[in-house]
C-alpha cells in the first residue's frame, strides 16, 4: 500500500524559517514533489526530488531520502503570503511510463507577523 | 496561469442531479488526472487518462465516470448525487511521464460543486 504522513499545522513567525516533513511508503517510487495551495485555489508545484539530497529553489529547498522515506520542505525568510497548505506527493511510475501522484494530506502553515 | 482550463468554475445542483465538469489540458500534454478534494481535506485522486485512455483509476465512485476525446479535453460525470459529493473539483496535466523527468502535473483552477 501507499501511505504519505505530514504535519496537519504549523505556525511559524515572518522572517522565520520552517521545515515542513513528509514521511513516505510506497512501491515503485519515481520523485517526490512538493506543492503549495492557497485556500480555493489550484495547486501550484514548488519542487521536485528524485535522487537523495537538497535541491534549493530561491527561499525554498527540499531534501529527500530515499532510504528513510523522508522528505522535507524547508521555507526561509518567511513572509505573510507563504501562509497556504504544503501538499507532498509521491509519484509512483508503473508499466507504459505512465506516473501516479499521491498526494498527503498537506500541511497548513500559519505566517504570523 | 497553469494553461489548463475548467469549466464551470462554481456548479450548484440538487442531489439527485446529474452534472459534467469539463478540462482542457495544456497544449501538447496527453494526460489528464482528475481529483477531489472536500473541506479541509487532501487531493483525492479519482482517474487518469492519457490520449484518450483510461490509465489509473484511484477510489471514483462508480455514479462518478471520465472520458477523454481525440482533442485531448475531458469530462467528468457525477450522477446521483449526494450532498458528500460537494467539493473542489480539480483537473491537471501533464507531459508523458519518462523516468527520471520531472513531468509535473499542472493544476487547473478547478469547479467548485455544491450540492444542496
Known amino acids: 500500500g501507499q501511505n504519505i504522513d505530514q504535519p496537519t499545522e504549523m505556525t511559524a513567525t515572518e522572517g522565520a524559517i520552517v521545515q515542513i516533513n513528509c514521511t513516505y511508503q510506497t512501491s515503485g517510487f519515481n520523485g517526490l514533489f512538493w506543492y503549495q495551495q492557497h485556500a480555493g485555489e489550484a495547486p501550484t508545484f514548488l519542487s521536485y526530488?528524485?535522487?537523495?539530497g537538497l535541491e534549493e529553489k530561491g527561499r525554498f529547498s527540499s531534501f529527500l531520502s530515499r532510504s528513510k522515506g523522508y522528505s522535507y520542505l524547508l521555507l526561509k525568510e518567511l513572509q505573510m503570503k507563504d501562509s497556504a497548505s504544503y501538499l507532498c506527493a509521491v509519484r509512483n511510475m508503473f508499466s507504459g511510463g505512465y506516473n501516479k501522484l499521491i498526494f498527503g494530506a498537506g500541511t497548513r502553515l500559519a505566517v504570523h507577523p | 496561469d497553469s494553461g489548463v482550463t475548467q469549466t464551470p468554475k462554481h456548479l450548484i445542483t440538487a442531489t439527485g442531479q446529474r452534472v459534467t465538469l469539463r478540462c482542457s489540458p495544456r497544449?501538447?500534454?496527453?494526460?489528464v488526472y482528475w481529483y477531489q478534494q472536500s473541506l479541509d481535506q487532501g487531493l483525492q485522486f479519482l482517474i487518469q487518462?492519457?490520449?484518450?485512455?483510461?490509465?489509473a483509476k484511484g477510489n471514483i465512485l462508480e455514479r462518478f465516470s471520465a472520458q477523454q476525446f481525440p482533442d485531448l479535453h475531458s469530462e467528468l460525470n457525477l450522477s446521483s448525487l449526494e450532498l458528500g459529493d460537494s467539493a473542489l473539483y480539480f483537473c491537471?496535466?501533464?507531459?508523458?511521464?519518462?523516468?527520471?523527468?520531472?513531468?509535473?502535473?499542472?493544476f487547473g483552477p478547478g469547479t467548485r460543486l455544491t450540492v444542496l
Open positions: 491537471a496535466s501533464s507531459p508523458v511521464g519518462r523516468e527520471g523527468r520531472r513531468n509535473e502535473q499542472f
Open positions: 497544449s501538447g500534454d496527453l494526460s
Open positions: 487518462y492519457y490520449n484518450g485512455e483510461e490509465r
Open positions: 526530488n528524485v535522487l537523495d
